[in-house]
């Protein structure tokens, strides 16, 4: 693992549990996912997470992960209960969803290699994009969709930070407010307008928009352009964006009755 990695997750472990001890927490819950399943070292990352923080994490496998991540809307009142869940990340685009009505156990998973910053690095070369540059990219995130069953059933749920960007934007807040982003919807046709834009302005001028953090100007048109295309091959009007994500449902499944 890349040491200036490993140091910032340090810190970050160690100032949350910092918290928890503040506010006398007598069980902390600390899992890993794809960064950890895939490390040569990972062991030696835990070991060091023990002996520097008190904790020790416990690496979860791809099902579990998505599990969790289910959980965390289906446990949710705000959130429709019906629902395909959508998380973009770096590398690939999750979808957790039922075929059919009964318990979270007939899970099925679909993982896409349609990722914000793979895709960006591999067809966005220009600043701002080429016309060219996306169509292609809208081609090869179409080509992907067809292993995505087009009747899915269900609300379109999106977590993780792209779909939670998009509201922040959507929202136009100078400062980030989780409880105003959560259980938002964002209907196709804005999100249609969000990417126009996004395409039309250069780094600089994608920075200075409000909602969205300049660290993801680079990589967030790629990002909303997987949701957009999510949304016209499954025929969804809007968007139900959940804050929550995994962490939830790792307190729901450690915590509560499930």
Do not use: W
């Amino acid at each position: 693992m890349d040491p200036l990695s490993v140091k910032k997750s340090i810190a970050a472990l160690k100032h949350f549990c910092s918290l928890c001890q503040q506010e006398g927490v007598e069980e902390i819950a600390c899992v890993g996912t794809n960064a950890l399943r895939t490390a040569q070292d990972a062991d030696a990352f835990i070991q060091q997470v023990r002996k520097e923080c008190g904790i020790s994490p416990r690496i979860i496998s791809e099902e579990e992960e998505a599990r969790l991540s289910y959980l965390s809307v289906q446990k949710d009142t705000l959130m429709p209960q019906d629902a395909v869940v959508m998380d973009v990340g770096g590398g690939s685009t999750e979808y957790i969803f039922r075929r059919e009505a009964g318990s979270i156990g007939q899970l099925h998973t679909i993982s896409l290699p349609l990722g914000a910053v793979r895709l960006t690095e591999q067809f966005l070369l220009h600043d701002p994009p080429s016309r060219d540059e996306v169509l292609k990219l809208r081609k090869e995130i179409e080509k992907a969709l067809h292993r995505i069953p087009p009747t899915l059933e269900g609300a379109l749920v999106g977590i993780g930070g792209t779909a939670v960007t998009l509201g922040a934007m959507h929202l136009d807040l100078d400062d980030f407010d989780g409880e105003k982003i959560h259980a938002l919807h964002l209907a196709v046709g804005e999100l249609r307008d969000q990417v126009q834009t996004l395409q039309e302005r250069d780094l600089e001028a994608r920075k200075q928009i409000k909602g969205l953090p300049p660290d993801r100007a680079d990589i967030i048109l790629a990002g909303a352009m997987i949701i957009l295309a999510t949304m016209e091959r499954l025929h969804k009007d809007a968007l139900h964006i959940s804050t929550h994500g995994l962490r939830y449902g790792l307190f729901y499944q450690r915590f509560m009755t499930v």
